[in-house]
C-alpha cells in the first residue's frame, strides 16, 4: 500500500505530529510492501532535507498573503490537493491522510480520490458559538470546530491519539466511537538511555524542574509557579523551554513573588537539546490544563527523570493511569505540591515510579505496532471510501 501523508508541520521537529509523521517514514523498512511518502510545506531541518534527497517527502512551495495567515488553513486547502493530484502521476498512492482532518475538507468536497484524516487534539472541539459571542477572538475557532465537524463526520474514518481524544470527539462531533480509532503516538526508544540515578540535592540545594511547553499557560505554568512557592522548605531551579523572547517577562513574572524559585530561560530549543535537559532535571513537571496525549512524557519516561503531572485528557494513558508518575488535578496548585513534594520525599517510591514509566511507554507505544495499526486503518479506509 502507497500512502501519502500532507502536514504542514514536519521540519521543525517541536510538536507531536511533526514527530509522528517522521516515524511514518519507517514504514518501509518495518512493513515491506507498504510506504509513506510526505507531502509538506515546512522542510526547513536536517531530518526534512533528508527524507526530501530520498525521495521520502515532496515540498509545496506556499505564499499565503498576510492578511490571509488568520485562514491559512482554509487557503492551504487546494494548493494540497493539485500538488498531491500532481504527485500521484509518478507515486501512485492509494489514500491520502491529512495529518490535519481539517485540512482534508477540500478533497473530501471534490469526492476523487480515498481520504482518511487525523485530529491530534480538542481544541476547536471545545470551542462553542457561546465564547464566540462573548469573545469575537473565538469566533474563528469556533467556525474552524464547524468545519472540522463535517469533515469528521463525512470520512470513514478519523485517527485520534488517545481513547480521551476520542470519547470527547464522539460527543462533540456525533460522530460513532468505532470511527474515531486510536493510533498511539510513539516515540524512537532507541534515542533515550534510561539514567534514573541522578545526583539528589542535599538539604538546602535546589531541585531541578524542568518544563517543556511552547504555550506555557495550556502546560500549566502559572500553576507549576504557585506549587513551587507553596513548597519553602525546598529551593528550585525552574527550567522553562519553548517560550521565546516575548513571552520571558511574562514568565519572570510569574516566578517574581517566590523566593525559593531561580528561573532559566534558555527559548525554543533543538530536540537533542531538550533531550540532554531530560537527564540534567530532577523532575520534569508540565501540569498541563489539557493535553489530548502527551508526547513529552513518554521522552521524559524513556530518560528515567521522574515525572509530575495533571489527569487531565490523555496524560493518564501515557503513565499508566498515574501508577508511572505523581499526577494532580488541573488547575489545583496545592494538590500539584502535594504531589511535588511526594515525588521529592519518597525515593523508593518515586524509584519504582520511574522504572514503571519506561517499562509502560515501552510497551504500549511500541513503533511497529503503531505503523501496523496505521497502515490497517489506511487499508480499512481505502475500502470504506470505495463502496
Not at 535546589?206 to 505554568?221: A, D, E, M
Request: positive net charge.
Amino acid at each position: 500500500m502507497r500512502i501519502l501523508l500532507v502536514t504542514n508541520a514536519f521540519g521543525r521537529v517541536t510538536n507531536g505530529p511533526a514527530k509522528f509523521a517522521h516515524h511514518l517514514l519507517d514504514v518501509a523498512s518495518m512493513l515491506p510492501g507498504h510506504e509513506v511518502r510526505i507531502l509538506t510545506e515546512d522542510l526547513q531541518g536536517p531530518d526534512a532535507e533528508a527524507a526530501l534527497q530520498a525521495g521520502q517527502a515532496y515540498t509545496l512551495a506556499l505564499q499565503i498573503p498576510g492578511w490571509a495567515k488568520p485562514f491559512g488553513q482554509f487557503w492551504r486547502m487546494k494548493p494540497y490537493y493539485d500538488r498531491a493530484l500532481a504527485i500521484r502521476k509518478t507515486y501512485p498512492w492509494d489514500v491520502l491522510v491529512y495529518i490535519n482532518a481539517f485540512q482534508g475538507g477540500y478533497a473530501l468536497w471534490r469526492g476523487h480520490v480515498p481520504v482518511l484524516g487525523m485530529i491530534n487534539d480538542y481544541i476547536l472541539a471545545q470551542a462553542s458559538w457561546q465564547n464566540a459571542l462573548r469573545n469575537p477572538g473565538q469566533a474563528r475557532h469556533f467556525m474552524f470546530k464547524c468545519v472540522e465537524r463535517w469533515v469528521a463526520r463525512r470520512l470513514p474514518l478519523v485517527m485520534t491519539n488517545s481513547h480521551y481524544l476520542a470519547s470527547v470527539l464522539a460527543k462533540e462531533y456525533n460522530v460513532l466511537i468505532n470511527r474515531l480509532p486510536v493510533v498511539y503516538k510513539t516515540v524512537d526508544v532507541a534515542k533515550f538511555s534510561f539514567k534514573p540515578n541522578r545526583a539528589w540535592p542535599e538539604p538546602g540545594q535546589p531541585w531541578h524542574i524542568l518544563f517543556v511547553k511552547t504555550n506555557y499557560q495550556v502546560g500549566g505554568l502559572p500553576e507549576l509557579c504557585q506549587a513551587l512557592g507553596a513548597l519553602p522548605q525546598h529551593n528550585f531551579t525552574l527550567e522553562v523551554v519553548g517560550p521565546t523572547a516575548p513571552y520571558h517577562a511574562h514568565i519572570a513574572s510569574l516566578v517574581a513573588a517566590h523566593a525559593n524559585i531561580s528561573l532559566l530561560l534558555p527559548g525554543s530549543l533543538p530536540q537533542a537539546a531538550v533531550h540532554q535537559r531530560l537527564y540534567a532535571a530532577h523532575i520534569f513537571c508540565v501540569p498541563s490544563r489539557q493535553e489530548a496525549l502527551g508526547i513529552a512524557n513518554m521522552e521524559a519516561a524513556l530518560a528515567g527523570t521522574p515525572i509530575v503531572s495533571t489527569t487531565t485528557g490523555g496524560i493518564p494513558e501515557v503513565l499508566d493511569g498515574g501508577a508511572a508518575a505523581y499526577l494532580a488535578p488541573a488547575g489545583q496548585p496545592q494538590a500539584l505540591a502535594n504531589a511535588l513534594l511526594a515525588c521529592i520525599t519518597q525515593p523508593d517510591d518515586r524509584a519504582a515510579r520511574q522504572a514503571r514509566a519506561r517499562a509502560f511507554v515501552v510497551k504500549t507505544f511500541n513503533k511497529k505496532h503503531m505503523l501496523e495499526t496505521f497502515v490497517s486503518l489506511c487499508r480499512q479506509g481505502v475500502v470504506a471510501n470505495n463502496v
